[in-house]
């Protein structure tokens, strides 16, 4: 444990101590803290270059049968004690809730066992190189002149969290992030088509040649000029990677024990029931060395396990805490994913686009609105027509809709591509058909 962690642990220990002896029967406490730096160029010069250092705490207070958690980020000693006095008090002001009970100890973590989530360079990464990472970003953008404006962003962070409580639980976990992204804005007499790539990971590797980045987002935002509505009707569709987390979003809002307890869910009643086509197997593995939705416990200090989420299409787990476990009468498992990682496919997405020989290649979603009850969901797409096989001419403003109990059914391939930037890693998937809205013909 660095002495940073070991700081954090102290200052853990200490209010975990005193919200005891303030009269709590059991409590949780927990610290975080981070230092990050954002460095943003656009257009040649350097726009922002800021560091940052946050630190915050968050006590989770057990008094005479209520429950309330409380935030602070003055770890000051004596507006710590203040603060901890009034969050105990206005706990015992709350109505009585039963089912708020700390987990018994031999199910929570109880040493502090860390995933190895930080990248052992990062220290050794300093203004210059990322000045220069996200100057480079920037150049490689301005390769046309069709080009108005390009935007890069560096950012960076290592920080780490303690968490203690009273039946034992503790667990520490500390982790680096580096993020890099290129945002640009092209020419097409008086529209101003714009379009993004991104990259992120645990390790500063994982960022790739800033220059690929660049020339990523200009080639996407040149694509955009002539966009247009087309005439819309029961279509095949694909969706590039970068955009299915937002439809699985939507989907995994069914999917937690609190929709489950407050009858919101169209996946209620469905466990051990095909939701979705047999090729889809989805996996929550917050295990992965390299991942974005990785640690070591999650919220209710519960050690990290992996668990099948959707197996051959078939619901086999929901995303269930401690406490709406207890109310359901379910078994535990997360209150929320980590890494969901599907199984992918062997073909890449040029070959998904040749196998829906006619349709639309979705490569971003804007808006929309889904209802985790009913399943219904509807969404704006951008993308490219599927023509004869082959990627034809932009589209915008269109609308795709449906409902996820039959939408998900309809999936006929996965890719061989999953989306690494973040941590839902899935790959493009291909739909044997939607219902999509345009314009005329």
Known sequence: MSNAMNQEQKTAERALDQVKKLGAQDAVVVVRASRGVEVQVRDGKLEKLQESRSAGMTVHVYADGRYAAHTTSDLRPTELNAFLSDAVKLTRMLDPDPERTLPPPELVLRKPAELPLSDAEYGKLDTDRRKKLAAAVDAAGHG????????????????????????????????????????????????????????????????GKPEALGKEATQRALDRIGAKTQKGGELALVVENRAVGTLLSFYLQAATGSALQQKRSFLDGQAGQLVASELLTLRDDPTLADGLGSRSFDRDGLPAQAFPFIENGKLLNFFVDWYYGKKLGMKPTSGGWSNLVATPGKDPLATLVQQAKTGVLVTSFSGGNSNPLTGDFSVGIQGRLIVDGAIGPPVTEMNLTGNHKTFWKRLEALGNDPWLAGSLRVPSLRFAGAAIAGGKA
């Open 144 to 207: 046309d002149p069709r080009v108005i404006s390009v935007t890069a962003n560096l950012s960076d962070e290592d920080g780490g969290t303690v968490m203690l409580g009273s039946n034992g639980l503790h667990g520490v976990q500390r982790g680096t992030y580096y993020g890099l992204s290129a945002e640009v804005t092209v020419s097409e007499g008086d529209k101003r088509p714009e379009e993004w790539s991104q990259a992120a990971g645990r390790k500063l590797t994982a960022l």
